[in-house]
């Protein structure tokens, strides 16, 4: 670990507690002490400010308290020039007591710390190559596209789609719970042989969609987690009270299944993955039952936590919610009627395109619509009842087309840029069919 990226991650980390973003700020200052070896007492600080936020934010949805809030906001205020402290005055030292010896661990460590991991970013977990399956019936028969597929550490690729396009099957071959009909897979960087399931599974963390009610209290499951892939004793009881707090369970660390919510347990399930540091997450439509407010702050810690400089993770996740998974996916594979519409970077989607395609929600007509652009030269319309998608030359962007149609007076309920998002793919189809 470079200490250029430890630079950066602290002014990251200094601009959000600057922006005054509690529920952000808390969670990216325990991410920096998960990255980092740092003094424990600076970490015990962050736990417990994040505890405490947590406490704050559920009685904060009830009534505002503005002067608890400016006490959380000092309080990260202070741990965050305590923590520049330490890094300066460390910096470039020799001959520090270790971690094992004084709680504090040698600057030179300190900066190195994490270097090997670090080098393993990008480094593939999965490749599948020609992966196929076929389910058939009296009725119907269904075929999953033949795919090729590479997951990689520090990486999140999407699987997006209408269901009954093989998202979840693909899921499920990926995770080692079903058989591929053809093609080959293999998982890189797990200490196995192929076909060894059992140990490969010990790198695999599977949410699936429908989740499975657990017995006894939230916090005794984490323990469990944790105690059967290794990590016991101290190290059992420091990473449970990490993890609670980092997601958000604070309150709940002791309530059984049935006293929490849909969203609550969704974020149990990702706390007991989590609790041992997988090297592959899968999770299967995790934003069917959140509102749009905590699938925000689901996907930003998804892609927050694929990012760890100490324990970077490949993540594969399924949606329908095509706009959301694309904010923070890597790749994505689009699948529609038995084909894989797209299936690589997502930086790379519609770089060769030669329109821009614009979707727009209002009541106003097509001809209307027409009209208000008819300045632009190549335009066409779509019209699907409350959204239409406009095509234009790609010289022409969005902020052109808005001035047009406010000048005209178009009411416009939202507008959004799909040129470069998989979206264009599924509304391509629709007019086809």
Do not use: C
């Not at 424990?40 to 405490?52: G, N, W």
């Not at 009842?385 to 087309?401: C, R, T």
């Amino acid at each position: 670990m470079n200490h250029s990226h430890i630079t950066e991650r602290f002014a990251e980390l200094r601009q959000t507690v600057a922006e005054e973003d509690l529920s952000r700020a808390s969670r990216r200052m325990l991410d920096f002490f998960m990255d980092f070896r740092l003094p424990p007492k600076l970490k015990e600080q962050a736990i417990m400010l994040r505890a405490d936020y947590n406490a704050f934010a559920q009685l904060e949805q009830e009534a505002g308290n503005t002067e608890k809030r400016e006490l959380l906001l000092d309080r990260i205020e202070e741990l965050t020039e305590d923590l520049e402290k330490y890094l300066s005055e460390n910096k470039g030292h020799q001959g520090y007591p270790n971690q094992s010896s004084s709680g504090v661990i040698s600057p030179t460590e300190f900066y190195q710390k994490g270097q090997n991991t670090a080098l393993e970013r990008g480094k593939a977990v999965f490749t599948g190559k020609n992966i196929s399956k076929t389910f058939r019936s009296s009725k119907f028969t269904f075929r999953l596209p033949t795919l090729d597929l590479e997951l990689k550490l520090g990486e999140v690729t999407g699987v997006v789609g209408e269901n009954g396009n093989g998202k979840t099957t693909l899921l499920r071959i990926v995770a080692g719970d079903l058989e591929a009909d053809g093609g080959t897979l293999h998982y890189p960087a797990f200490p196995a042989q192929p076909g060894d399931w059992y140990r490969i599974k010990q790198g695999i963390a599977f949410i699936p969609q429908q989740l499975k009610s657990w017995q006894g209290l939230l916090k005794e499951n984490l323990h469990f987690s944790a105690a059967i892939h290794g990590i016991k004793g101290v190290e059992n009881e420091e990473q449970v009270d990490f993890i609670i707090h980092r997601l958000g369970l604070s309150q709940y660390e002791d309530a059984v299944w049935s006293e929490i919510s849909s969203g609550f347990k969704l974020r149990f399930a990702l706390a007991r993955a989590l609790v041992w540091k997988p090297q592959l997450l899968i999770i299967d439509e995790p934003l069917a039952n959140l509102d749009i407010n905590t699938q925000q702050v689901f996907l930003q810690d998804l892609r927050f936590l694929a990012n760890s400089a100490r324990h970077p993770m490949a993540i594969l996740i399924t949606s329908q919610h095509l706009h959301e998974v694309e904010s923070i996916a890597d790749n994505i594979i689009f699948m529609r009627n038995g084909e894989a519409l797209y299936n690589g970077s997502m930086r790379e989607f519609g770089q060769n395109r030669e329109e821009n395609l614009f979707e727009l929600s209002t009541e106003t007509s097509k001809a209307n619509i027409l009209y208000a652009l008819r300045q632009i030269q190549g335009l066409k319309v779509e019209d699907l009842g409350q959204v239409k998608v406009i095509h234009v030359p790609i010289a022409i962007g969005s902020g052109d087309v808005l001035q047009a149609l406010v000048a005209e007076g178009v009411k416009v309920n939202y507008f959004r840029d799909i040129s470069t998002s998989t979206l264009k793919l599924f509304r391509e189809n629709v007019q086809k069919n």
